[in-house]
């Protein structure tokens, strides 16, 4: 992120303690800014100012960090010296860990920076005492990538001549929660966390996607689109770490797609059911005071996969929201951030009334809800330009000769390996449970059951729903699965990437995956949220069975060797969906490709033709909380306008490159 890494804002709490620890000075704001700053002895101190109050400083020497809710936007800074603590909460979770990281870095200095030796240290404090002057303070520079690799070093990270693996000794050293930070060189932060290299918080957004963050934290209502593949959910787990998690709901249409952002789906949180009574139930459903306090309690309202929301529903909660919030603004004032392609699953539809409203974008309140509009043209998922180009024509239902027989030639290509089998899609759910199933029991040798450990065995109903690995998980050697957490992103071991139970070993499975790489699985934790923001658990192996997926299951993730036989297609964009969850034409086989699998909803196809002129508009507004309530254009010469109109009709939309 290129938002400042030596600035935070978030709610603090001060105490100061006496000698005998009690607790006397006190001091708490909503809202204070933190700024890592140095004087010109090259001290460090956190500088702390509260709204429209003077600053205060505290100098980091002897200080202990507890970062162990940093996830949950929490931690507590110790100062030794200064007797006193700093609470920190409702922080920005990526941008606490970005300001923890940069304290780190910087307090164990540089390998290239000239350090200052004790007596010279002193020789200066004398002098500036000297002087009489005042002390200057400076914001302290970004991390450079040295500073960065150092410390991973440090850390016990980077041993020479590896890229990630920590060594033995370093990793025993290692305390996970509790990090010490002092003046002292010697002092090794222990800080996986915060350093790690291998998972995609170390990956950084493209400027495209900057933008879409900029507009999210400057308040905006925003929608934002872009073909598969265009890390609109890795955009979106980003922008949920930029923003103050309360007040924060994080959903998605879908449990697999909510799952992937840490959340929960819409229809848990709005308490509406499934939306079909009469607005006047809806309104009185959702009045129930658990219901109720959830509306009023949310400022910033996510969806991811928009597209499967259906128009009606969309209507109905922004009426509720408006009711309980008594607020007449859209969504009663809620900001809303939501993403999807409209040009992939529709939602299901329920009735033929349903059908002319069956889009959000088509309900009477979606152009008075959004104020900004942005589409994410970078594909990350795909890095084959041709196998991209496909996609883009495939996307909006265009399929010419070319591309028909290069499609077609996929049918015989072998993209098995390494005793892997490619999965299969199927257009049906109920036919790829039972070719799970019937392919488990034909394999030779016992079963093996592992079962997930859920934080609440009440609300298992729910974590089935949203959570990717299974209560009851069946495993045989031999058994193809696929994995569902990033390991490591540098070895492959990622959400999506398919393998094969080779043995057992102290009870858990080892899997060997397409690249050849083995790994011995440990239970790790899935998180999500309630609908009334609590959390739940679930500890699991982090694999399901690999043979066969639903198409409508699989929308959202990245699959590594798929098969797939489109003749029972029956919804559009499904055969899009489909073939963009592959990373590469070498790794997909099309049984039986036809063009007329292929096409692309008029209604949506339209709206796009309109959003080019939503687009421009957006574009127009600078942003920032002072531009809130400004018009397109406002503020800008007209020659300055016309040009950027220009350079932005020339601009492909829905492009096909
Ligand atoms: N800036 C980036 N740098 C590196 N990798 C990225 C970046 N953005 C996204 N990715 C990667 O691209 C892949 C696809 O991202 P993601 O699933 O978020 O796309 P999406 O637009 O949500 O797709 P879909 O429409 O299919 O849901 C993921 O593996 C993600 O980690
Ligand atoms: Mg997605």
Same mark, same amino acid.
């Given at each position: 992120? +290129?938002?400042?890494?030596?600035?935070?804002?978030?709610?603090?709490?001060?105490?100061?303690?006496?000698?005998?620890?009690?607790?006397?000075?006190?001091?708490?704001?909503?809202?204070?800014?933190?700024?890592?700053?140095?004087?010109?002895?090259?001290?460090?101190?956190?500088?702390?100012?509260?709204?429209?109050?003077?600053?205060?400083?505290?100098?980091?020497?002897?200080?202990?960090?507890?970062?162990?809710?940093?996830?949950?936007?929490? !931690?507590?800074?110790?100062?030794?010296?200064?007797?006193?603590?700093?609470?920190?909460?409702?922080?920005?979770?990526?941008?606490?860990?970005?300001?923890?990281?940069?304290?780190?870095?910087?307090?164990?200095?540089?390998?290239?920076?000239?350090?200052?030796?004790?007596?010279?240290?002193?020789?200066? @404090?004398?002098?500036?005492?000297?002087? #009489?002057?005042?002390?200057?303070?400076?914001?302290?520079?970004?991390?450079?990538?040295?500073?960065?690799?150092?410390?991973?070093?440090?850390?016990?990270?980077?041993?020479?001549?590896?890229?990630?693996?920590?060594?033995?000794?370093?990793?025993?050293?290692?305390?996970? $929660?509790?990090?010490?930070?002092?003046? $002292?060189?010697?002092?090794?932060?222990?800080? &996986?966390?915060?350093?790690?290299?291998?998972?995609?918080?170390?990956?950084?957004?493209?400027?495209?996607?900057?933008?879409?963050?900029?507009?999210?934290?400057?308040?905006?209502?925003?929608?934002?689109?872009?073909?598969?593949?265009? #890390?609109?959910?890795?955009?979106?787990?980003?922008?949920?770490?930029?923003?103050?998690?309360?007040?924060?709901?994080?959903?998605?249409?879908?449990?697999?797609?909510?799952?992937?952002?840490?959340?929960?789906?819409?229809? !848990?949180?709005?308490?509406?059911?499934?939306?079909?009574?009469?607005? !006047?139930?809806?309104?009185?459903?959702?009045?129930?005071?658990?219901?109720?306090?959830?509306?009023?309690? =949310?400022?910033?309202? *996510?969806?991811?996969?928009?597209?499967?929301? +259906?128009?009606?529903?969309?209507?109905? *909660?922004?009426?509720?929201?408006?009711?309980?919030?008594?607020?007449?603004?859209?969504?009663?004032?809620?900001?809303? @951030?939501? =993403?999807?392609?409209?040009?992939?699953?529709?939602?299901?539809?329920?009735?033929?009334?349903?059908?002319?409203?069956?889009?959000?974008?088509?309900?009477?309140?979606?152009?008075?809800?959004?104020? =900004?509009?942005?589409?994410?043209?970078?594909?990350?998922?795909?890095?084959?330009?041709?196998?991209?180009?496909?996609?883009?024509?495939?996307?909006?239902?265009?399929?010419?000769?070319?591309?028909?027989?290069?499609?077609?030639?996929?049918?015989?290509?072998?993209?098995?390996?390494?005793? *892997?089998?490619?999965?299969?899609? =199927?257009?049906?759910? &109920?036919?790829?449970?039972?070719?799970?199933?019937?392919?488990?029991?034909?394999?030779?040798?016992?079963?093996?059951?592992?079962?997930?450990?859920?934080?609440? !065995?009440?609300?298992?109903?729910?974590?089935?729903?949203?959570?990717?690995?299974?209560?009851?998980?069946?495993?045989?050697?031999?058994?193809?699965?696929?994995?569902?957490?990033?390991?490591?992103?540098?070895?492959?071991?990622?959400?999506?990437?398919?393998?094969?139970?080779?043995?057992?070993?102290?009870?858990?499975?080892?899997?060997?995956?397409?690249?050849?790489?083995?790994?011995?699985?440990?239970?790790?934790?899935?998180?999500?949220?309630?609908?009334?923001?609590?959390?739940?658990?679930?500890?699991?192996?982090?694999?399901?069975?690999?043979?066969?997926?639903?198409?409508?299951?699989?929308?959202?993730?990245?699959?590594?060797?798929?098969?797939?036989?489109?003749?029972?297609?029956?919804?559009?964009?499904?055969?899009?969906?489909?073939?963009?969850?592959?990373?590469?034409?070498?790794?997909?086989?099309?049984?039986?490709?036809?063009?007329?699998?292929?096409?692309?909803?008029?209604?949506?196809?339209?709206?796009?033709?309109?959003?080019?002129?939503?687009?421009? +508009?957006?574009?127009?507004?600078?942003? #920032?909380? &002072?531009?809130? +309530?400004?018009?397109?254009?406002?503020?800008?010469?007209?020659?300055?306008?016309?040009?950027?109109?220009?350079?932005?009709?020339?601009?492909?939309?829905?492009?096909?490159?």
């Amino acid at each position: 992120m +290129d938002l400042n890494d030596a600035v935070l804002t978030c709610a603090v709490n001060i105490h100061w303690t006496n000698a005998v620890g009690e607790v006397g000075r006190k001091l708490a704001y909503r809202t204070a800014t933190l700024r890592l700053v140095r004087n010109d002895l090259r001290e460090m101190f956190v500088e702390v100012t509260p709204e429209k109050l003077k600053p205060l400083k505290l100098k980091l020497k002897d200080m202990m960090v507890h970062k162990k809710f940093m996830s949950e936007g929490k !931690a507590t800074f110790n100062f030794k010296a200064e007797q006193c603590a700093l609470y920190l909460s409702n922080a920005p979770p990526g941008t606490l860990m970005l300001f923890l990281r940069t304290i780190f870095v910087k307090m164990n200095g540089s390998e290239g920076e000239q350090q200052e030796t004790p007596s010279a240290l002193q020789k200066k @404090i004398r002098e500036h005492m000297l002087s #009489g002057k005042p002390s200057s303070f400076e914001e302290i520079s970004p991390v450079t990538t040295a500073e960065m690799i150092l410390a991973r070093k440090k850390a016990g990270l980077l041993s020479r001549g590896s890229t990630t693996t920590p060594s033995p000794a370093a990793a025993k050293k290692r305390r996970y $929660d509790e990090l010490k930070s002092t003046e $002292d060189k010697s002092a090794v932060p222990a800080a &996986k966390k915060l350093y790690q290299a291998d998972t995609e918080d170390s990956l950084r957004l493209s400027e495209e996607q900057m933008e879409v963050l900029r507009a999210c934290t400057a308040g905006k209502n925003v929608f934002f689109t872009g073909s598969a593949g265009t #890390g609109k959910s890795f955009l979106l787990r980003k922008i949920i770490s930029a923003l103050p998690p309360d007040g924060t709901v994080a959903t998605a249409s879908t449990g697999v797609a909510a799952c992937l952002i840490g959340g929960t789906t819409l229809h !848990a949180f709005a308490g509406i059911g499934g939306g079909d009574a009469t607005m !006047a139930r809806c309104l009185e459903l959702s009045s129930r005071p658990m219901s109720a306090r959830t509306w009023r309690n =949310c400022k910033r309202l *996510i969806i991811d996969e928009i597209s499967m929301v +259906d128009g009606q529903f969309f209507e109905k *909660i922004e009426a509720v929201a408006r009711q309980i919030r008594r607020n007449e603004r859209p969504f009663g004032g809620i900001q809303l @951030i939501l =993403c999807g392609d409209f040009l992939q699953l529709p939602p299901v539809i329920k009735s033929e009334v349903d059908a002319k409203q069956r889009f959000c974008f088509q309900s009477n309140v979606w152009e008075s809800c959004i104020q =900004c509009v942005f589409e994410l043209k970078q594909v990350h998922r795909q890095s084959d330009p041709e196998f991209v180009k496909i996609l883009n024509h495939l996307r909006i239902g265009h399929v010419n000769d070319g591309i028909a027989a290069r499609l077609v030639s996929t049918s015989k290509q072998k993209i098995e390996g390494n005793g *892997i089998l490619a999965t299969q899609l =199927c257009s049906h759910t &109920k036919d790829a449970a039972s070719i799970n199933e019937s392919k488990l029991e034909n394999l030779s040798g016992d079963k093996v059951l592992f079962r997930a450990e859920d934080s609440d !065995a009440g609300m298992s109903k729910q974590l089935d729903q949203q959570v990717q690995a299974p209560s009851q998980l069946y495993l045989k050697l031999n058994a193809q699965v696929m994995l569902l957490k990033n390991i490591n992103i540098a070895n492959g071991l990622v959400n999506g990437a398919r393998g094969v139970v080779v043995r057992l070993e102290q009870g858990l499975p080892i899997v060997r995956f397409k690249n050849n790489q083995e790994y011995a699985c440990k239970h790790e934790k899935w998180i999500i949220k309630t609908a009334t923001g609590g959390i739940l658990t679930r500890r699991q192996v982090p694999l399901k069975l690999a043979w066969a997926f639903s198409i409508h299951k699989s929308q959202g993730l990245t699959l590594d060797c798929v098969e797939m036989s489109l003749s029972k297609v029956f919804e559009a964009g499904q055969a899009y969906v489909a073939l963009s969850r592959a990373k590469s034409l070498n790794s997909v086989r099309i049984l039986d490709f036809d063009a007329k699998q292929v096409w692309a909803n008029p209604q949506v196809l339209q709206f796009y033709k309109g959003f080019r002129r939503r687009l421009i +508009d957006t574009t127009m507004i600078p942003l #920032g909380p &002072k531009n809130r +309530d400004k018009k397109p254009g406002e503020g800008k010469s007209n020659s300055a306008l016309a040009k950027l109109k220009k350079s932005l009709m020339n601009k492909p939309l829905v492009s096909i490159s």
